[in-house]
């Protein structure tokens, strides 16, 4: 199993490279949800299917992809769209865009009796959409093999997520939904780019 050191010396590499005009495409980098991401993928087999968003490099990395084939991805232009069906990981650049595709996949895996579970990151702002409520009923109701794991610091690009709803703090803060897993962290980087160069 990778440490939080690991994590962060592999964003610091992308981010050198990035800043140094080698990665030539958007990229949205990890920080500060080492350890938290470290115990939510302990549990996780390689059978199981893990869905993200444009920040996937940690769930990459995590979920068993050699450093060297992601950093050459990411390299490549892929960082906002990285997806490995050897390791059964699969990340969207659109907003949201991955939550059906995870719960159609849940789905068909509860219908073929499959022994996975589909794990399914979405940021805090994503988490209080309508597509991610009706998945996450579609999901309960039917007892599709799915959890989701929000992953809070707060922002939507350089937006306040709960001053834009009017809301003191994420609606999954305290949920007791076994389908839910909600954690909090503090990123050192920008909503996009690593400081230097094009950012948002």
Not at 8 to 17: K, P, S
Not at 145 to 170: A, L, R, Y
């Amino acid at each position: 199993m990778l440490s939080p050191q690991d994590l962060v010396a592999f964003e610091e590499r992308v981010a050198t490279a990035f800043n140094s005009g080698q990665i030539r495409s958007p990229i949205h980098l990890h920080y500060g949800n080492e350890e938290a991401l470290i115990k939510i993928f302990a549990p996780i087999r390689p059978q199981d299917w893990v869905f993200s968003s444009w920040r996937s490099h940690y769930h990459c990395l995590l979920k068993g992809v050699d450093q060297e084939q992601l950093f050459n991805s990411i390299i490549s232009g892929n960082s906002i769209a990285l997806c490995f069906a050897e390791h059964r990981i699969f990340s969207s650049a659109i907003v949201g865009g991955s939550v059906p595709i995870a719960l159609g996949t849940a789905m068909a895996m509860k219908r073929k009796a499959e022994d996975a579970t589909v794990y399914c990151f979405v940021g805090d702002m994503t988490s209080e959409s309508g597509l991610f409520y009706e998945s996450l009923k579609y999901a309960r109701n039917h007892n599709l093999p799915i959890v989701f794991i929000v992953e809070d610091n707060g922002k939507s690009v350089m937006t306040e997520t709960f001053t834009t709803w009017g809301q003191p703090s994420s609606t999954f803060e305290n949920s007791t939904d076994p389908r839910v897993i909600h954690y909090k962290y503090t990123n050192k980087y920008p909503h996009s780019g690593a400081g230097v160069r094009v950012q948002f």
